[in-house]
């Protein structure tokens, strides 16, 4: 393990023989997005499929962390392996929210059936929302089952990634708090499961009708989103939240919707790498001689930005 | 006027001899954002740079539309001439809120001195925040030496509206409000002058308090935002804001920040220009003949979305 290749595919197949730094490595690549994870991807996607993805999100504070180690011990007692990617697109760096949610987990740390990882940008074109698609599919190619995505927080970004599962938990708490009522038509619009967690505390009827009532009006398909209360810290509601999402993984199979929700994300996703690559493009050509030029004229009031773009964007074709 | 040409510099030149009815429509044009608006675009830029911008923004019910028809009767009194838009993104057409601003904005509606147009969506590529600045433009080439651009909210697209200005004022009320909470570091990015609108309510001297700490806590430049404190429905403070917004207006001029701030402003318009220019492109390609091919080769797994993302910038090129 000490002289660990860095060739991309030779560390790929180091992690499928168990090898966990690999992994590690692997992941390392992800989050810088060089041309190292283009390889790594190009190699991994024809291995997906297999594995079934679920997005967990929810205020900071909600339990998520404490929620997801107790499935991780349910995952444990019925021999299943799970792996666990914690996003959290508001640090640069492991923040101090993960770092307490990793002490909480560290049960599971060293054991062979449960991966847990803390995803963070390092450089990826796009950052986290097109990196965490590409590690997905790293340890989905390496034969997890399962993968937790776990965002921190419920801003805009948080639910794009957790809503990119198959299956997206949102937990809340009673009396919601702020900052879930800042977002509630972002959480409605991808819970596939809601969860009121800590639903050992006051107001949960409340917030289990307010729940109900939104759902009410919302144009539903054929999956009506459940509610399961849980209380993470003794492990209350885990083994049911478990089975909710195993029946919510049958319903998607059975309809035919899981493959069309795939085939949505990854049309997602290419427009959104595409749009990230021109942005790129457009800043460089920008930010180069052919741009000062243009700023120039801008400046002068000799073209408006209308005709400066479209002078650009045909340097941009004929380049 | 029955007989009002369609041809957007004709309508240019009617406007310029004063007709209300040509201006309406070239406003119409822009928001349009069609080729007649790429038209009327060059046609003005070049005749721009007098005009004072003023951009006005804050939660809806803070005051801000009493405060500007208030600051409206100031101009009227100094013998001065003002347009103002009320730009309103979170609608596609003229909604609720800038009606009820109209009815109190009566008064003014006639009035020769003073030009009143609520802007919407229709179609300009990029929305308001690129319809704005044109329109803006519109006003000022005909000879408007001020020019208010109200925005409705305090999210990020009114921020980003109201801050591309020359100043930017930002209306609270005593207690903030739990709207003007969630976005406050966006507001204090932008704020060249503060207005606590309502100043005879409770809890004045606490907000006055926390906009100073966060003033303190900030990084300014050499101009430190001042606080001014109004009362909209009754005038009150109103020819200080004016003085105050005159005495910003003088700051800029002097250091030359006002020329380094217009300067930033439109290369930051081409950069938004460019982007949604070849973020419909890519979708134009998308939903083609080619991108159908792609997106058959994801589903397959023959190719993944970044060597996808690829083929289609090649295609792009070649085209």
């Given at each position: 393990m000490n002289r660990l290749s860095t060739d991309p595919v030779a560390l790929f197949e180091a992690a499928s023989d168990g090898h966990r730094l690999a992994l590690a490595r692997l992941m390392s690549i992800i989050e810088r997005g060089s041309q190292e994870a283009r390889t790594l991807g190009a190699h991994t996607f024809s291995r997906v499929g297999r594995a079934h993805t679920v997005g967990m999100t929810g205020a900071p504070g909600s339990g998520k962390s404490t929620l997801t180690a107790a499935l991780a011990t349910v995952v444990r007692s019925i021999d299943e392996r799970m792996a666990i990617l914690a996003v959290?697109?508001?640090?640069p760096f492991t923040g101090g929210a993960i770092l307490g949610d990793r002490v909480r987990m560290q049960d599971h740390v060293?054991?062979?059936?449960i991966y847990i990882r803390s995803m963070a940008t390092r450089g990826h074109l796009g950052g986290l929302s097109l990196a965490t698609p590409q590690a997905v599919r790293v340890l989905d190619a390496l034969g997890w089952p399962w993968v937790i995505i776990e965002t921190v927080g419920v801003g805009q970004i948080e639910v794009d990634i957790a809503g990119a599962a198959d299956t997206t938990v949102v937990v809340v708490n009673p009396g919601w708090g702020d900052a879930v009522q800042a977002n509630k038509a972002g959480l409605m619009e991808i819970a596939d499961i809601f969860v009121i967690n800590k639903s050992d505390r006051r107001g949960v009827d409340d917030t289990r009708r307010d729940i109900q009532q939104m759902l009410e009006l919302s144009s539903l398909g054929d999956w009506e989103p459940p509610i399961v209360m849980t209380v993470g810290t003794e492990g209350d509601g885990a083994q049911e939240l478990w089975a909710t999402i195993g029946e919510h993984r049958s319903y998607l199979e059975q309809s035919g919707e899981l493959s069309a929700r795939r085939r949505n994300r990854i049309k997602a996703e290419l427009s959104k790498i595409l749009n990230w690559s021109l942005e790129a493009r457009v800043q460089s050509v920008l930010e180069g001689p052919r741009g000062a030029e243009l700023h120039e004229k801008l400046e002068s009031g000799e073209i408006d930005p209308y005709a400066a773009a479209q002078r650009l964007l045909e340097i941009d074709e004929s380049d």
């Amino acid at each position: 393990m000490n002289r660990l290749s860095t060739d991309p595919v030779a560390l790929f197949e180091a992690a499928s023989d168990g090898h966990r730094l690999a992994l590690a490595r692997l992941m390392s690549i992800i989050e810088r997005g060089s041309q190292e994870a283009r390889t790594l991807g190009a190699h991994t996607f024809s291995r997906v499929g297999r594995a079934h993805t679920v997005g967990m999100t929810g205020a900071p504070g909600s339990g998520k962390s404490t929620l997801t180690a107790a499935l991780a011990t349910v995952v444990r007692s019925i021999d299943e392996r799970m792996a666990i990617l914690a996003v959290d697109p508001s640090s640069p760096f492991t923040g101090g929210a993960i770092l307490g949610d990793r002490v909480r987990m560290q049960d599971h740390v060293t054991d062979e059936a449960i991966y847990i990882r803390s995803m963070a940008t390092r450089g990826h074109l796009g950052g986290l929302s097109l990196a965490t698609p590409q590690a997905v599919r790293v340890l989905d190619a390496l034969g997890w089952p399962w993968v937790i995505i776990e965002t921190v927080g419920v801003g805009q970004i948080e639910v794009d990634i957790a809503g990119a599962a198959d299956t997206t938990v949102v937990v809340v708490n009673p009396g919601w708090g702020d900052a879930v009522q800042a977002n509630k038509a972002g959480l409605m619009e991808i819970a596939d499961i809601f969860v009121i967690n800590k639903s050992d505390r006051r107001g949960v009827d409340d917030t289990r009708r307010d729940i109900q009532q939104m759902l009410e009006l919302s144009s539903l398909g054929d999956w009506e989103p459940p509610i399961v209360m849980t209380v993470g810290t003794e492990g209350d509601g885990a083994q049911e939240l478990w089975a909710t999402i195993g029946e919510h993984r049958s319903y998607l199979e059975q309809s035919g919707e899981l493959s069309a929700r795939r085939r949505n994300r990854i049309k997602a996703e290419l427009s959104k790498i595409l749009n990230w690559s021109l942005e790129a493009r457009v800043q460089s050509v920008l930010e180069g001689p052919r741009g000062a030029e243009l700023h120039e004229k801008l400046e002068s009031g000799e073209i408006d930005p209308y005709a400066a773009a479209q002078r650009l964007l045909e340097i941009d074709e004929s380049d």
